[in-house]
């Protein structure tokens, strides 16, 4: 047990070392937990402790994404061309690098050029993480937008705002927290969301983001009524779309002051939060959508 135990101690500290490549921590901890007699059996099966670590940097990754402690801010970007990728660097402290994979390459490119190269993948790094993205354009705000979805089940969409070119670097703004434009669609989740939160008997005021015996109970937490919601209209779960930032938003407005780990599941399991407290969340988000619709 005191193996096993200080194998495990020996991971958060690994992981905080920004200063090593998650392949050097990986082998670290590997050789760590190789030390001890108990853990001898796996040295023929490295790839295995490599797969459980790969499946960590994912579940690391997604929690950092999904987080509403993070200080949401508007990160300046910048990136150039280097033969067939564009490489970008960001001021901030959560996307800090951009690869995109360009199909050809180019002597020079502007804005217009690669609108035209899009979709393509590439990769973005958060927090010194390195994961896979896809570059794609959209007109969601009426206007053309680059996109860029990191490669982690239920994480949100960002756009490259305020783009533009000079002295042949790309100037953007990507930001953590944006209030994005809404579509027909986000009414139809809007009111889903509301439909499955039919009375105080169907809210689950104990929410744990974890949405599956939501779903087969048939009691829904604040955030599982929209998670469930969105997949039901457009297919998929995006953790930044339009409806879920507005009822984020709208909460922040009612509790200013308060400092909140998650959004959704703070508000929802505080002891003070009423069944009617939800619904005039949505309600609030109704009314905006409509107008905005018009």
């Given amino acids: 047990m005191n193996c096993r135990l200080n194998c495990f101690l020996f991971l958060p500290h690994q992981f905080a070392d920004e200063s090593a490549t998650m392949k050097e921590r990986i082998n670290r901890i590997s050789a760590a937990c190789f030390r001890y007699p108990s853990y001898r059996f796996l040295k023929k099966k490295r790839y295995m402790i490599n797969h459980i670590f790969l499946k960590l940097k994912a579940v690391i990754t997604s929690i950092i994404l999904c987080s509403s402690s993070l ?27 951009i690869e995109i994979y360009l199909d050809k ?92 939160l039919k009375d105080s008997l169907n809210w689950n005021r104990n929410d744990d983001r974890r949405c599956e015996d939501d779903v087969s109970g048939g009691k829904y937490s604040f955030f599982c009524a ?43 399991n505080m002891p003070e939060t009423t069944f009617r407290d939800i619904i005039e969340i949505f309600d609030s988000a109704e009314k905006i959508i409509e107008a905005k619709l018009k």
């Fill in 226 to 268: 929209l998670q469930t919601a969105s997949i039901a209209i457009v297919g998929e779960y995006n953790h930044r779309n339009a409806v879920m930032q507005l009822m984020r938003h709208l909460i922040e407005e009612e509790f200013p002051e308060r400092k909140w780990e998650h959004r959704f599941k703070d508000f929802n």
């Fill in 105 to 196: 390459h180019y002597n020079k490119i502007d804005t217009t050029t690669l609108f035209q190269a899009l979709p393509k993948d590439g990769f973005i790094t958060i927090h010194s993480i390195k994961i896979k993205a896809k570059f794609v354009i959209t007109e969601r705000a009426g206007f053309p937008q680059i996109m860029f979805k990191p490669n982690q089940s239920r994480v949100g969409w960002y756009t490259f705002d305020s783009l533009y070119s000079e002295n042949e670097t790309l100037h953007f703004i990507i930001d953590t927290d944006p209030d994005v434009p809404f579509l027909d669609e986000d009414l139809q989740i809007l009111h889903h969301a509301k439909g499955l």
């Fill in 71 to 97: 200080l949401f801010a508007q990160s300046a970007c910048e990136m150039t061309l280097e033969g067939n990728r564009m490489i970008g660097k960001c001021e901030s402290n959560f996307f800090t690098e």
